[in-house]
């Protein structure tokens, strides 16, 4: 059988999506006997084949405001792509673009009419309708507008997601929420890699290398930099801490805001703009070198930077919202309400004093919870239920 995960967002410097595409390439690779083929967009077009690892890379140009991240414009060239994969199974990893679901869909019945098997699944990486189209509408357009963007976005994403064979949250809440919209949506939770992201991975050296002064509170933030993370949030509750104590902190990523962030830190702002890291064990020795861990983006639909940032051995401090509900319990840091720098700030210092037990109970919980090879395990039983279903 022959996977294939048509995705925009996956490039040299996207994070959780591409985690998981890698770490699903892995298990197939390593743990059945089936192809794996990954369509994405790319500067020029490029196909590479490395025995059952088949990559077709089609050029696109960037999103506007949103580079390095690219978009699908020719759908032919999606199409085709599609037919010389001769997937059974389609994955969409960004469903909601249309020219990815479009060729997506073509190839499916075209198959089926040729008497091949074929489904079309959905992994809802992105919380499209709340998030993007009602997050952003209200941004642009004000609350009351933006509410009905986003009611308009629901029922967008209820009808293609009705229109596939099968579908997987990442999360229970995210699953939930679609299960209370009437949607079949099942949960295959992330994994992490507990080998590589553990607190053994910390060095000494990281704080003489980041120029850290001795005694500060060490935070770090890893991810997109730019609006929806409410990364101006996390500077501005980190600038309220050092009124009380000295604190840094260390955010690695790209994005919109990097280069005013990097202004910022040049300015003599407490933070400190790292490029995004590409070896997983170079992350994992930043995040196990940390006191603690900062996010305040309401929006993730599983938050993985934080499971990492937790199987190192951090606690965490965050917003009540979207993924952190599940990712940070009671014991396992602070979360308080979004875009509040001042709650922020505080629940910064106090997580502080109690980052040792915290952090060995945010990695105990990790450990026990979150395995790759469950959520594969879990993917590949809806894709053989959903080719059983219609052959």
């Known amino acids: 059988m022959t996977v294939c995960d048509l995705t925009h967002a996956y490039h040299e410097t996207s994070g959780g999506i591409r985690t998981y595409l890698d770490a699903k390439r892995r298990y197939i690779l390593e743990q059945t006997d089936h192809t794996h ?19 077709i890379e089609i050029g696109a140009p960037h999103i506007p405001g949103a580079a390095p991240y690219r978009w699908f414009a020719n759908p032919r060239k999606v199409r085709e792509a599609l037919a010389y994969a001769a997937p059974e199974v389609i994955e969409l990893g960004t469903y909601f673009m249309p020219t990815e679901w479009q060729p997506a869909f073509a190839v499916r019945k075209a198959r089926r009419k040729a008497n091949k098997p074929s489904i079309v699944s959905i992994c809802t990486h992105t919380d499209f309708a709340d998030s993007y189209a009602e997050g952003y509408g209200a941004k642009v357009f004000g609350q009351t507008v933006g509410k009905g963007i986003g009611r308009a976005a629901w029922g967008y994403v209820k009808r293609l997601i009705r229109a596939t064979d099968c579908a997987a949250a ?45 005694g500060a509170l060490f935070l770090v933030y890893a991810g997109r930099l730019d609006s929806e993370k409410r990364t101006d949030t996390m500077v501005a509750a980190v600038r309220r801490v050092n009124d009380t104590r000295p604190a840094v902190l260390v955010m690695v990523g790209e994005g919109p805001h990097r280069d005013r962030l990097a202004a910022e830190q040049a300015e003599g702002a407490p933070i400190r703009v790292l490029p995004y890291l590409t070896s997983k064990s170079a992350l994992a020795r930043l995040l196990a070198s940390a006191d603690l861990y900062l996010t305040a983006g309401p929006y993730e639909t599983f938050g993985l930077s934080v499971a990492e940032a937790q199987a190192c051995g951090l606690p965490v401090v965050g917003v009540q919202a979207g993924a952190l509900i599940e990712r940070v319990p ?27 037990a915290m952090g060995q109970a945010a990695r105990a919980k990790v450990v026990e919870q979150y395995s790759w090879d469950a959520t594969f395990r879990a993917m590949f039983g809806l894709y053989e239920q959903s080719l059983a279903s219609t052959s």
């Not at 001042?342 to 910064?348: F, G, Q, V, Y």
């Open 170 to 214: 990442p999360s229970p809440a995210q699953a939930a929420e679609f299960q209370r919209r009437g949607l079949d949506v099942a949960l295959a939770s992330y994994g992490v890699d507990t080998q590589t992201f553990a607190p053994e991975a910390a060095s000494a050296a990281v704080r003489e290398e980041l120029a850290i002064p001795e």
């Open 37 to 55: 083929a990954l369509i994405v967009p790319a500067e020029t077009d490029r196909i590479r084949r490395e025995g059952r690892a088949l990559t």
């Open 330 to 356: 009671e014991g396992l840091g602070l979360l308080g309400p979004v875009d509040d720098d001042r709650a922020m700030a505080t629940h910064i210092l106090e997580v502080a004093e109690h980052r040792h």
